[in-house]
């Protein structure tokens, strides 16, 4: 009796995993991208990597290789600094005819780009190094234009570099550039300070 039990036990197990298998022998082949809404796959249920160039279509794969053709980002496209130059100014006395006078004590010194239409990207100023310069402290060195008949900066007006010195301690000469872009308009941001 005991054996007929186990022998009835294990052609149960046998069938229920045949049916089992068989159902999921069925199962994959029920669901199919006609079953999938469209747009219901979102790129988060794609791991990364899961999808190669050869899964693309050949429009997307040919519009992929004329954006590399055309140098866009590839090995022809433009250099990274195409479009930038830089302007320098120099300030200062004849040091060999008066070396002890600076003629930059509190003054703005600035440096334009070459057309208004230009963006300051960046600049700067040299007082050591030169013929006769000396350190000298620097109060404030920012993108902008100079407004010489209320002498503060233009409103709105990023084609140039401004540098002024503290009269405490100035340069008798300096150099000021600017590093200038053309053909680019650059956001501006303001970031609060807590």
């Known amino acids: 009796m005991k054996f007929r039990?186990?022998?009835?036990a294990s052609t149960a197990a046998v069938i229920a995993a045949l049916a089992i298998g068989t159902g999921t022998a069925q199962a994959?082949?029920?669901?199919?991208?006609?079953?999938?809404?469209?747009?219901?796959?979102?790129?988060?249920?794609?791991?990364?990597?899961?999808?190669?160039?050869?899964d693309l279509s050949r429009g997307v794969q040919a519009k992929i290789a004329q954006h590399a053709k055309d140098?866009?980002?590839?090995?022809?496209?433009?250099?990274?600094?195409?479009?930038?130059?830089y302007v320098t100014a120099t300030y200062g006395t004849d040091v060999a005819n008066n070396p002890n006078v600076s003629v930059n004590e509190g003054a703005i010194a600035t440096v334009a780009c070459k057309d208004p239409a230009d963006h300051a990207?960046?600049?700067?100023?040299?007082?050591?190094?030169?013929d006769g310069g000396r350190a000298a402290a620097v109060a404030s060195s920012f993108p902008g234009r100079m407004d010489w008949d209320t002498n503060t900066p233009k409103?709105?007006?990023?084609?140039?570099?401004?540098?002024?010195?503290?009269a405490r301690q100035a340069p008798v000469k300096a150099n000021i550039w600017v590093t200038c872009a053309t053909g680019t308009t650059i956001p501006q941001f303001e970031v609060p300070v807590s």
């Open 5 to 8: 039990n186990v022998a009835l």
């Open 28 to 54: 994959s082949g029920l669901l199919s991208s006609h079953d999938i809404e469209d747009n219901g796959v979102r790129s988060i249920d794609i791991h990364d990597g899961g999808v190669h160039h050869r």
């Open 71 to 85: 140098g866009v980002d590839g090995k022809d496209g433009k250099d990274g600094i195409a479009g930038l130059y």
């Open 121 to 130: 990207v960046a600049g700067g100023v040299q007082t050591l190094g030169i």
């Open 155 to 166: 409103a709105n007006r990023f084609d140039g570099w401004i540098v002024q010195f503290d």
